[in-house]
């Protein structure tokens, strides 16, 4: 069982085919999988950016769920999205890790990969660190 087995998942994971395939609670490190689907793509037939920068944000934010054992998500403050190739429809795993993280403010890194292990974007981002008091539960 994993920390997100207590939470419901939203509606933005469910669009992007978010699965997690491992997490790391000590480091706050995880590894999660996503569907890059035809419908994301730009007329060049690859995948939109805004879409990449989403699975980005969907790959950074849990790590502050796995770090604080469930105790407290993040609320992306800025995301800074480099798009180092074109991404064409398939499956995507994304790498995101705390670099630092306070009572209030988390740094984060990441990077998504395509189905032939090739980098094809990498983020960094600054959270807010916010209690689950409120987060819906499963």
Not at 11 to 20: D, K, N, R, S
Not at 25 to 41: H, S
Not at 82 to 98: D, E, H, K, N
Request: charged share 15%; aromatic share 8%; net charge negative.
């Amino acid at each position: 069982m994993s920390v997100f087995d207590t939470f419901a998942r939203p509606p933005c994971a469910e669009t992007l085919g978010w699965q997690l395939i491992e997490a790391d609670p000590e480091t706050g490190t995880v590894r999660v999988a996503m569907e890059g689907k035809p419908a994301f793509c730009n007329p060049g037939g690859n995948i939109q950016g805004g879409f990449l920068a989403a699975m980005l944000d969907d790959t950074l934010g849990p790590t502050v769920l796995v770090k604080s054992g469930g105790a407290h998500y993040c609320a992306t403050i800025d995301l800074n999205v480099s798009y180092l190739a074109p991404a064409r429809p398939g499956l995507f795993t994304g790498v995101g890790r705390i670099v630092q993280m306070g009572k209030t403010i988390a740094f984060l890194e990441g990077e998504l990969f395509d189905a032939e292990g090739g980098c094809v974007a990498r983020a960094t981002a600054s959270a807010r660190v916010v209690p689950t008091t409120n987060v819906a539960r499963a």
